[in-house]
């Protein structure tokens, strides 16, 4: 029978996946308990993403409200606690993090305080709160980048062992065991999924595809890192909601369930096909764009090759991927061209001041 929930906290809910998968929640998933918002609202959060949950579910709702904001740092233990008994919760969605490879090769140490601190007080506040229950569950999202990095063949499943090798994979890596030993020695009812490259709206313009896209918007340099021959497999972001919503109601506790889209691409041709959809949506000549590719130095440490077998989560739970690639990008790119407000609000924060200082280089 599947699982059950009445009041679930989403961590990281202001930020990329989290944004979606409480949109995903009030509106696709059936759902029927209240969405507790944990976030701190760091350089990558904002509450704009969900503006019109909080209208319609929030505090617009009146006396039928099911979406609450907290903000709040999940280092933070006496506000973690009192949310748990605040809000009765019943189930974790832990997605808060700092989630950028480049930004932890500069500075790891935010990583290791919210991805490995973070996520063990959220652990600990669980399972003083949960003794002995069963019907509760932490879900923890994590990445394929703890996987380390594959050569021309193969697939990561989830009995690959780990081999993390930037800071942010190590610091997620870390946060991962932390999870199954909690498992393992308290009892506490826990799911695990390591995903690959989510992309889809509201996705920070610091990471590749919001990144070219908006430089090509602006005319911007298109900075490709070394050879550009580097490959990812790429996941629309609801696809991989649902998966995550798949393995919260029906994955087996204290497992691990891979998810990935089955698209891999290499990045410089990933390039290609987003410059023609930037082309269609604007009109313009993809020639314009392409003459703004610049290779420049590598990223220190580059994965070269992540892929996912994801059979698991597929004949055990019966998910798949509902968008294709092409139709997924045509997506993003129109929703960059639509909410040009939420860019310039989101890089007027920390955002721009590092990357003047970082990327001012390139
Ligand atoms: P994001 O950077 O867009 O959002 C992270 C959110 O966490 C932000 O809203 C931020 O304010 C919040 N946050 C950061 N530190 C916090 C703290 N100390 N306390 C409370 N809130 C804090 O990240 P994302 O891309 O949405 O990724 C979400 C999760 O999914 C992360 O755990 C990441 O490791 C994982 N993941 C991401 C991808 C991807 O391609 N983006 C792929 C696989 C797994
Ligand atoms: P990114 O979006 O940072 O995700 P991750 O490093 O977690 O996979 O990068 C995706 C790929 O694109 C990765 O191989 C690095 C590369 N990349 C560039 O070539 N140029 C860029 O400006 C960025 C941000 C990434």
């Given amino acids: 029978m599947s699982r059950t929930f009445k009041n679930l906290l989403v961590t990281g809910g202001a930020g990329f996946i989290g944004s979606n ?4 929640l009030f509106e696709r998933s059936g759902f029927e308990g209240r969405v507790i918002n944990l976030d701190a609202l760091t350089y990558a959060g904002n509450l704009e993403s969900l503006a019109e949950i909080e209208d319609r579910f929030g505090a617009g709702a009146g006396s039928g409200r099911r979406y609450f904001f907290e903000k709040a740092d999940i280092c933070d233990r006496a506000a973690v606690e009192r949310v748990f008994a605040e809000y009765a919760i019943d189930a974790v969605c832990h997605l808060a993090a700092e989630s950028h490879v480049d930004r932890s090769i500069h500075g790891p140490e935010a990583f290791i305080r919210t991805n490995v601190m973070g996520t063990f007080t959220l652990l600990d506040v669980a399972r003083n709160a949960w ?11 994590s990445t394929d980048e703890v996987f ?3 050569g021309d063949t193969g697939y990561f499943t989830e009995t690959t062992p780990y081999d993390p090798r930037s800071p942010y994979s190590a610091s997620k890596a870390s946060s991962d065991h932390l999870v199954m030993a909690y498992h ?12 690959s490259n989510n992309y889809g709206p509201y996705q920070f313009p610091e990471k590749l595809i919001p990144l070219m896209v908006l430089n090509m918007l602006e005319g911007k340099s298109l ?21 995550v919503w798949s393995v919260m109601r ?22 290609s096909v987003l410059i023609e959809k930037v082309a269609e949506a604007t009109g313009k000549p993809a020639s314009d764009y392409e003459k703004l590719i610049h290779y420049v130095a590598d990223r220190p440490g580059h994965d070269r090759r992540y892929a996912i077998d994801c059979s698991k989560i597929k004949t055990e739970l019966g998910w798949k991927q509902d968008h294709d690639f092409a139709s997924g990008l045509e ?6 061209l639509e909410h040009k407000d939420w860019i310039d ?11 003047e200082k970082n990327y001012a280089k390139r």
């Fill in 21 to 24: 998968m409480i949109r995903y």
């Fill in 131 to 141: 003794r002995g229950r069963d019907d509760v569950l932490f879900h923890h999202v």
């Fill in 148 to 150: 380390g990095s594959l």
């Fill in 184 to 195: 393992h020695t308290y009892g506490l009812p826990v799911t695990l999924s390591n995903c």
């Fill in 223 to 243: 900075p490709v890192y070394g050879d550009g021959k580097n490959i990812r497999d790429w996941v629309y972001v609801e696809d991989h909601n649902a998966a």
């Fill in 250 to 271: 029906n994955g087996r506790s204290g497992q691990t369930y891979n998810i990935g889209g089955e698209n891999e691409w290499e990045n410089i041709k990933l390039l």
């Fill in 331 to 336: 997506k993003t790119v129109a929703w960059n």
């Fill in 345 to 355: 609000h989101i890089r007027s924060g920390d955002y721009k001041q590092w990357v």
